[in-house]
T-cell receptor, first 112, second 114 residues
Framework: KQEVTQIPAALSVPEGENLVLNCSFT??????LQWFRQDPGKGLTSLLL?????REQTSGRLNASLDKSSGRSTLYIAASQPGDSATYLC???????????FGKGMKLTVNP | DAGVIQSPRHEVTEMGQEVTLRCKPI?????LFWYRQTMMRGLELLIY????????DSGMPEDRFSAKMPNASFSTLKIQPSEPRDSAVYFC????????????FGQGTRLTVV
């Protein structure tokens, strides 16, 4: 059974820091990995999608990498801002099915 | 496109009542997912459909829960009878059929059973 882990569960940093958020998964047979952002009381907003054949994807200050063989992904946030405060979730799309399996998320607080 | 649309946004009901949550996926998306989110368990997949057919309902917690997708543009998740432990945020998501594509989520329905 695929399990997705995000550690730590919460992180508080001062504004301007470069951040690395970690995600690990137990079964490397995946179609893709997706990073989401969730603001309090809101739905999930897709940030980046990395296909299983790709190593990384970039969007603005965000860069996500994927090492499928080791079951790891990282989300890099450059020059963090208070507006980046949210919960970040990673999810993998299982190979052989269309299930999207989520980690429990990491709550990020960026202090001004 | 307006994205995935869920209704209602909030629902408060008494224990024992029937609750129906609704979802309209993005037009052209053939896969639809229902998730439940709680603080304790995070996001749990309840059921998903492909081309209106339920593919995996192993996440449905018990027989009180049922889901239907009568056509490509509408799905319902029903709880009958509802219990306080069903209180959670229920999300619907859709993707195009191909597994390698992005999933889009609705804004969720916050259900409170008192």
């Amino acid at each position: 059974k695929q399990e997705v882990t995000q550690i730590p569960a919460a992180l508080s940093v001062p504004e301007g820091e470069n951040l690395v958020l970690n995600c690990s998964f137990t079964d490397s047979a995946i179609y893709n990995l997706q990073w989401f952002r969730q603001d309090p009381g809101k739905g999930l907003t897709s940030l980046l999608l990395i296909q299983s054949s790709q190593r990384e994807q970039t969007s603005g200050r965000l860069n996500a990498s994927l090492d499928k063989s080791s079951g790891r992904s990282t989300l890099y946030i450059a020059a963090s801002q208070p507006g980046d405060s949210a919960t970040y979730l990673c999810a993998v799309r299982e190979g052989g099915s269309e299930k999207l399996v989520f980690g429990k998320g990491m709550k990020l607080t960026v202090n001004p | 496109d307006a994205g995935v649309i869920q209704s209602p946004r909030h629902e408060v009901t008494e224990m024992g009542q029937e609750v129906t949550l609704r979802c309209k996926p993005i037009s052209g998306h053939n896969s639809l997912f229902w998730y439940r989110q709680t603080m304790m368990r995070g996001l749990e997949l309840l059921i998903y459909f492909n081309n209106n057919v339920p593919i995996d309902d192993s996440g449905m917690p018990e027989d009180r829960f049922s889901a239907k997708m009568p056509n490509a543009s509408f799905s319902t998740l029903k709880i009958q009878p509802s219990e306080p432990r069903d209180s959670a945020v229920y999300f619907c998501a859709s993707t195009p059929t191909l597994a390698g594509t992005e999933a889009f989520f609705g804004q969720g329905t916050r259900l409170t059973v008192v």
